[in-house]
């Protein structure tokens, strides 16, 4: 069965510190994985995309990295800030007859404290 | 900047009510979906459309049913609400083809009494 597991559920960290999220799939076959970040009340919003030869993307102070052999990608937060406060959620593609099927995490709660 | 609108943000019905969830984008994208969002369960993607009047069901489509007329409006209908439908709903859109980057709208938080 396909699968997109997070870790960890929740994180507090304070303002300025950077932090590293966890996505493990197993997703086959694979197509792209993509990194959203959803803030309360809104729908989520694109960070980052990762296709199998690519191995590390960034966007600002986000930087995601892929391990396609282990399955695994994780999403960098550097110099955190009160804005960064959203849920992160990772989304795996696999190519379908009639297009892209995406498998959902359950999300990393991100809260950034002063 | 691509635009994807719902008709309501919070929405509030009784059991047995038939409830309609509109969603409309202005990209020109063919591809249009509907996902409800449960803690602890993630997106879960209940129809998705890939051109007007046409549909499929995803992975939990019973108790809804959608309808697309139009190629920039999708809509989601619960035809006799129950509680167990009260969630987040999300529709999203997305061209055909190339990184199928699907772009979400801001949510329908649906509470069914």
């Known amino acids: 069965k396909n699968q997109v597991e997070q870790s960890p559920q929740s994180l507090i960290i304070l303002e300025g510190k950077n932090c590293t999220l966890q996505c493990n799939y197993t997703v086959s076959p694979f197509s792209n994985l993509r990194w959203y970040k959803q803030d309360t009340g809104r729908g989520p919003v694109s960070l980052t995309i990762m296709t199998f030869s690519e191995n590390t993307k960034s966007n600002g102070r986000y930087t995601a990295t892929l391990d396609a052999d282990t399955k695994q990608s994780s999403l960098h937060i550097t110099a955190s800030q009160l804005s960064d406060s959203a849920s992160y959620i990772c989304v795996v593609s696999s190519p379908t007859g009639g297009g892209n099927k995406l498998t959902f995490g359950t999300g990393t709660q991100l809260k950034v404290e002063l | 900047d691509v635009k994807v609108t719902q008709s309501s943000r919070y929405l509030v019905k009784r059991t047995g009510e038939k409830v309609f969830l509109e969603c409309v984008q202005d990209?020109?994208?063919?591809?249009m979906f509907w996902y409800r969002q449960d803690p602890g369960l993630g997106l879960r993607l209940i129809y998705f459309s890939y051109d007007v009047k046409m549909k499929e069901k995803g992975d939990i489509p019973e108790g809804y049913s959608v309808s697309r007329e139009k190629k920039e409006r999708f809509s989601l209908i619960l035809e006799s609400a129950s509680t167990n439908q009260t969630s987040m709903y999300l529709c999203?859109?997305?061209?055909?083809?190339?990184?199928?980057?699907?772009?979400f709208g801001p949510g329908t938080r649906l509470t069914v009494l």
């Open positions: 990209m020109d994208h063919e591809n």
């Open positions: 999203a859109s997305s061209l055909r083809g190339g990184t199928n980057e699907q772009f």
